[in-house]
């Protein structure tokens, strides 16, 4: 099953792909984790799109497609896998539909006020797994349940660069969802929920999918 999860930031993309992925055994693949994984870690990758990814702006040129080309290749994918953060632009559409054909889309819809609200608060981790204080504490303060490492602050968790993310959310990516709701593999999720009832109203449609 190829999965795709879209929605503005903060609407739990990254918070859903993960339980997705835990409960139906798929690898779980989100573009903004491995570019902030090359970030930290200081290879010449992210050397090169680390300016981007802190302004809160789309890394250029055909990058990402060749990530995500390489990554869905692996043999852990040949069951399908979770995308969170692809594609974003008509043109990485394109690019996925020549060399993937997806079964199912979710938009997780949230406000831009709820996006903000969220977004200032979170802690994030490397593995790629997010907290928030009150909706989503971990269990440990500072640390990550899953890795046990410790959580940060993203840097384009910035109030200038969650306006830059949004804006190009609205203008870029919506246009994506049109050609997923053309094709009805699109599927409209209330954000505006818990992270389980969010979960459940994604999970009714898998099962029915499956
Ligand atoms: P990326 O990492 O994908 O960031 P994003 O799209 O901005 O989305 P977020 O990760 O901020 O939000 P999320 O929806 O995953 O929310 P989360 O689950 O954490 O991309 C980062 C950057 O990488 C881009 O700006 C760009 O530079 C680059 N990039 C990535 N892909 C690219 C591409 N294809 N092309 C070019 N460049 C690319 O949840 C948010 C918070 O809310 C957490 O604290 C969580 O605990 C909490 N929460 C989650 N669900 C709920 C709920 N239901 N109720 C209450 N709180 C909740
Ligand atoms: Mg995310």
Redesign the pocket.
Known sequence: MKILVF?P???????QAELISRKYKLPYI????I??FHIKEGTQLGKKVKS??DK????PGSL?NEIVKDRIQQPDCSVGFVL?????NIS?QKFLESIAKIDLVFVINISDTEAVS??K????CKCGL???PV??PPYKKGICNKCGDKLFVRD?DKPAAIKK?LAIYHKETELVLEIYQKSNTLHQIN?A???EE?FAEIDNIIILYK
């Open positions: 929605g930031q903060g609407s739990g993309k990254g918070t989100a573009t903004g984790d570019f902030r981007y990814v809160g702006e789309l890394t990402t969170d953060g692809y594609p974003r990485q969220r977004l608060d979170r802690l994030a997010s907290y928030h909706n989503n384009d993310r954000g929920q818990g992270i969010v």
